[in-house]
């Protein structure tokens, strides 16, 4: 993905967030809006999805603006629970970290938020600079008055240092005078704050970029698989699906973490592993969906663009009723393909035909038991006549 587009997603991600894909990442990220306005080397999380990495790594310290992604927001405060403390850019025109850099190298709360920080107390507003310096093992903790004085040499000097531009970013703080609001704070682009990035670089990286990544085809499938009643990490699942973002292993290769022994396809061997083929093209797992195209009633075969949609499965269902459920049975059928293709790769299992297909049917008959959407609620009739249950 280009980084103009990656950059957009940061603008997207701090100002839309009514947006579903929005409420997706609060659920799946901590703090998402948060972490976007910091640098990437207090947030980078190998345990974060690619895609995730990348957009928060694009953080245009690279290319030579001095305070990266976060110089170009400038944010203004309300209640500072979306502003972060040392990264955002809502006191004069620089972060924090940049004016600041001895204390925020030794501060144990990089990724606070401004709202950590203020407290009210009696109606006024009061700064609470040692949340900032609290004592976690293994960091230095804020030198207390008494260790002003016990110092001596180095230590003392630094103690020093430290006091004094502890003290100037408390004056700086209650000069600002920003009282407190529940209002949600704003973020506005703020181009004009450095000499550092002229306004044509900064828009052509971010204005050009249309949204080519999704669809409207796609956010449309996204929002049918988010309201349907299935378990959360089946949602996320078949999100990364239809996104291109599941770590199949021509994925990962691109990536160079893959330490597969093959890059082929373990159903066909004949193909390179992607998710469109293992999905959809493979020979083998076209077998398995004319099976449950079968079970379902439908005759004819649909092609590998017509599976790659619930919606041209759906046009061909006889019965009304069962269109709304044949989501569920697209993502099950994905899912059986999946476990069963990490069970060969991972467990050594032989790939079983019988066993995918019971898996589809299985959950499938599972997910919509649990959204009550069975009319009958027995398994072996759901095996014989699906139509006849929903
Ligand atoms: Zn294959």
Redesign the pocket.
Known sequence: MNRALLLKWKWRILMERQAIWSKFLEFRYRKPRLIVQATKDVTSNFEDAIWWRDVISNDLILDRFEEGFPGCVKSIIRNGKNILFWHSVWLGDHALHVKFPELYDISTRKLCSVSEVRQVVDGSVFWDLDFLFAADSNVIAAPSASDLHSGDGLVSVLLQLHAVNLQHLRDCLIQSNHGQTEEEDQHIRNLNSSGLYSVSSITSLVGNSKDRAWNNNLIKQLEVIWNTNLPIRIKLFAWRVLTDKLPVKEILIQRGVSNFPSV????????Q?NSN??FF?????KEIWDKVLAWLGIESNLSFLDLLSFDAIQLKVKKVKVKDRINVIWVATLWSLWTMRNAVIFQDKLFSFDEVFYNILFLSWRWLSLSHSLVVANFYKWFKNPLNCI
Request: charged share 10%; aromatic share 12%.
């Open positions: 082929g396809c373990v159903f066909c061997s004949n193909h592993e083929h293992l093209d493979c020979y083998i797992s």
